[in-house]
Nanobody, 126 residues
Framework: QVQLVESGGGLVQAGGSLRLSCAASGLTFSTYAMGWFRQAPGKERERVAVINWSGGNIYYADSVKGRFTISRDNAKNTLYLQMNSLKPEDTAVYYC???????????????????WGKGTLVTVSS
């Protein structure tokens, strides 16, 4: 059974930082692209960052470029999202997702992901 478990969310002031982690089990982690998506209240789920299976190709949404960094440790089956210079508009539930295939990070949209975590809430106060 595949499990993706996010952690690291919380309340932070604007300008602060958080590091999200996603622990994966039940799948061959190194053969999946991994991504972070977020959903704010009343809004559609948004693709934040996706990293391909090898870590060699990464997609970032324009809204987070230069502030967020996605990374993966295939030896630990763990995905990370370092979030710096946080803004109130980053407030959302952040989801970890896994997608099969060997495509570039840019390729994977939400509907391309095969497994999802339950999410972790990030709240940025102004």
């Amino acid at each position: 059974q595949v499990q993706l478990v996010e952690s690291g969310g919380g309340l932070v002031q604007a300008g602060g930082s958080l590091r999200l982690s996603c622990a994966a089990s039940g799948l061959t982690f190194s053969t999946y692209a991994m991504g972070w998506f977020r959903q704010a209240p009343g809004k559609e789920r948004e693709r934040v960052a996706v990293i391909n299976w090898s870590g060699g190709n990464i997609y970032y949404a324009d809204s987070v470029k230069g502030r967020f960094t996605i990374s993966r440790d295939n030896a630990k089956n763990t995905l990370y999202l370092q979030m710096n210079s946080l803004k109130p508009e980053d407030t959302a539930v952040y989801y970890c997702a896994a997608g099969r295939g060997y495509y570039s990070g840019t390729y994977y949209q939400a509907h391309d992901m095969d497994y999802w975590g339950k999410g972790t809430l990030v709240t940025v106060s102004s």
